[in-house]
């Protein structure tokens, strides 16, 4: 049985004690119920790098792990892929967010859309990045991953649009014409457009077309806002990634 892989928001390096922060403190010890000399595996996010150690010093308020050996972790796949993600409703854009960060995605922008149904007010909006952030990281966690993908804050999708890149750029599209499966890769970066419930209007879709995204298609079915986004996401590394 593998130790349980932890993020420790922190300098890391062998042959170190340090004491976990709250998040990982709260993960190893009131979750994972672990004690003193059990071990554990942490990473910072920071490198591909994870350490093992041994808990040490636990307590009801912190606990301690000295690292003992470092190791090169070679799970990041060969493309980079930027999802920008329309806003949707409820565990959706929580499940799409888990699963997008499992299949490999380095950054994601949550963006609001026309038929976006989500209201916030900043307060609430920064609280629900935080809690995207805390989902990416247990999805590293799960997955094995040592580098962290980003939640950026929340943009008007116009504002995303017209921001500079040299990366593919895709929106899927029922009626598109081209594939995901035969669109030429200049370069291993991909920016990729998934609208919410209800998908973008025909105006978000005519601007996104003329900030130079490809409208592509998945295949007949109209697939929901969270299963296009995974779908998308695994057609393209299926392709120019490292899914075989």
């Known amino acids: ?91 959706r854009m929580d499940f799409t967010l888990q699963k997008s960060v499992e299949l490999g995605v380095n950054t994601i922008t949550p963006l609001f859309t026309e038929r976006c149904g989500v209201k916030l007010n900043k307060e609430r909006l920064a609280k629900k990045v935080e809690q995207w952030q805390k989902i990416v990281i247990s999805a590293c966690e799960q997955s094995g991953r040592c580098s962290v993908p980003i939640v950026n804050q929340p943009m008007l999708l116009q504002d995303w649009l017209a921001q500079q890149t040299s990366a593919l750029k895709i929106n899927l599209h029922p009626k598109a014409q081209h594939s995901i499966m035969s669109l030429p890769m200049e370069n291993k970066r991909v920016r990729l457009l998934i609208g919410p419930e209800g998908g973008l209007s025909n105006d978000e879709i005519s601007l996104a077309t003329k900030a130079g995204f490809t409208d592509v298609l998945l295949g007949p079915r109209v697939l929901r806002t969270e299963t296009a986004a995974l779908t998308a996401i695994t057609a393209l590394q299926c392709r120019y990634g490292d899914l075989a």
């Open 1 to 91: 049985m593998r130790n349980p892989r932890i993020y420790q928001n922190s300098a890391l390096a062998v042959k170190q004690t340090i004491t976990l922060d709250d998040d990982a403190f709260g993960h190893a010890v009131r979750v994972l119920r672990l004690k003193n000399d059990d071990t554990v595996t942490l990473f910072n996010g920071q490198s591909n790098l994870e350490f093992s150690g041994t808990l040490t010093n636990v307590s009801k308020k912190q606990a301690d792990v000295y690292l003992s050996n470092s190791f090169e972790k070679a799970v990041e796949s060969p493309l980079n892929i930027h999802l920008g993600q329309g806003i949707s409703r409820g565990d």
